[in-house]
């Protein structure tokens, strides 16, 4: 069981240079979580991208689209995260030491212990330094 990072999310959803590294690296997953906060961080994102004029209203949908079939197709599994998130967050930054970890990587490495995980499934360098700081299994695919 791995947690799927809104990095990776949005390599299954776009064409981008780790695509298909990461579409690799899902295959070989018996479950990929996909918390609350990845799909909305990978929702803004999308929308973002049609505002901003990177693709047409009618290719952000076609992604909306896709991502809606993820919740019917294994291995992925969407999650709810709890209100006690944020207190999780707040712990682990307390106890981070030297370690940096921006807000919403913070967030992410948060739900991932809310939701029993040690693993994450990632290819934004700074979170993968955060998380191998907690003592998280990273999964870096197309990365070195």
């Not at 991208?49 to 896709?66: I, K, M, S, T």
């Not at 940096?100 to 700074?126: F, I, N, Q, S, Y």
């Not at 998380?131 to 299994?137: P, S």
Request: hydrophobic content about 40%.
């Amino acid at each position: 069981m791995i947690y799927l990072d809104t990095s990776c999310l949005l390599k299954l959803l776009l064409e981008e240079p780790e695509s298909e590294a990461v579409r690799m690296a899902v295959a070989g997953e018996s479950e990929v979580i996909v918390s609350a906060l990845t799909e909305l961080e990978t929702a803004v994102r999308l929308r973002a991208g049609w505002l901003g004029g990177e693709y047409r209203e009618r290719r952000y949908r076609a992604y909306v689209g896709r991502l809606n079939v993820f919740r019917d197709t294994d291995p992925f599994r969407f999650r709810p995260l709890a209100g006690s998130l944020f207190q999780t967050a707040l712990r682990q930054e307390r106890e981070a030491r030297r370690a940096h970890c921006r807000t919403l990587d913070r967030l992410h490495l948060a739900a991932m212990e809310e939701l029993g995980l040690g693993r994450l499934m990632t290819t934004d360098t700074a979170e993968a330094a955060g998380a191998k700081a907690l003592g998280v299994e990273v999964v870096s695919p197309g990365r070195r």
